[in-house]
């Protein structure tokens, strides 16, 4: 059985000198699946972590042009904020982009495989994810996600390989803009996905993602030891 998205947030961080970019989100069920991340314009600076009681996915990406993080956790049904922090030693830059997702029909322990990419610094109008490890089970939950110096360098922007776009923000089209998409997997295999488009380009960096879902409980005939039903 598929997970199944119950949230979506995106924030922007707009304020200048920020050292945060916090996400309001309802509450989720206890044993949820939360996965976040951010774009953040320049360098975000030496603080850059992820949210507090999150376990990183891939590394941290801090360049000149740009920053990405990735990360997730189970949810202990209390969380209504998910906090990235930065600045600090390096930080050129404070405008920030974050997202937020909840599912839940995930495994006890969902994460599977993951992958980062990043443009090196040059400027480009399409960038891969980096591809997967195969999948340990053929049904997961794949999320892609990519950070873009300046979104609006970036035109008509799109998911290839089938992948769902959850939406994406920016703070306007002159600063990081971050894009999330989303696809059910029904047979196991390498994972990738290139977030491309027209324009002039820009630095990106981005990741994927796969989690497990838990497998589906049959039901049916059986003996309860005073006869079958």
């Not at 990183?56 to 990405?68: A, D, M």
């Not at 794949?142 to 923000?169: C, E, K, R």
Request: net charge negative; aromatic share 8%; no cysteine.
């Amino acid at each position: 059985m598929a997970l199944s998205r119950v949230q979506s947030v995106f924030r922007e961080e707009t304020t200048g000198g920020a050292i945060s970019n916090a996400v309001t989100i309802a509450a989720p069920a206890s044993g949820s699946l939360i996965v976040t991340a951010l774009g953040g314009d320049k360098d975000i600076g030496a603080d850059f972590a992820v949210p507090s009681g999150f376990t990183l996915l891939g590394s941290l990406y801090r360049q000149s042009n740009v920053s990405f993080g990735m990360a997730y956790k189970i949810s202990n049904g209390t969380e209504t904020t998910v906090s990235w922090v930065y600045g600090g030693v390096g930080a050129t830059g404070a405008n920030s982009e974050a997202w937020v997702g909840v599912y839940t029909g995930g495994t006890g322990t969902p994460l599977d495989v993951s992958a980062q990419n990043d443009s090196a610094g040059a400027a480009v109008t399409s960038l891969g994810t980096g591809t997967t490890a195969t999948t340990a089970q053929a049904d997961e939950l794949a999320l892609v996600m990519m950070a873009v110096d300046t979104l609006g360098n970036v035109t008509a922007p799109t998911w290839d390989n089938s992948f769902t776009t959850l939406g994406s923000a920016w703070n306007g089209s002159t600063n990081v803009g971050l894009a999330v998409g989303e696809k059910d997997l029904s047979a196991t295999g390498t994972v990738t996905a290139t977030y491309s488009g027209g324009g002039a380009g820009d630095q990106m960096a981005g990741g994927v993602v796969t989690f497990k879902a838990a497998a589906v409980v049959a039901t049916g005939a059986g003996w309860s030891g005073a006869g079958w039903w």
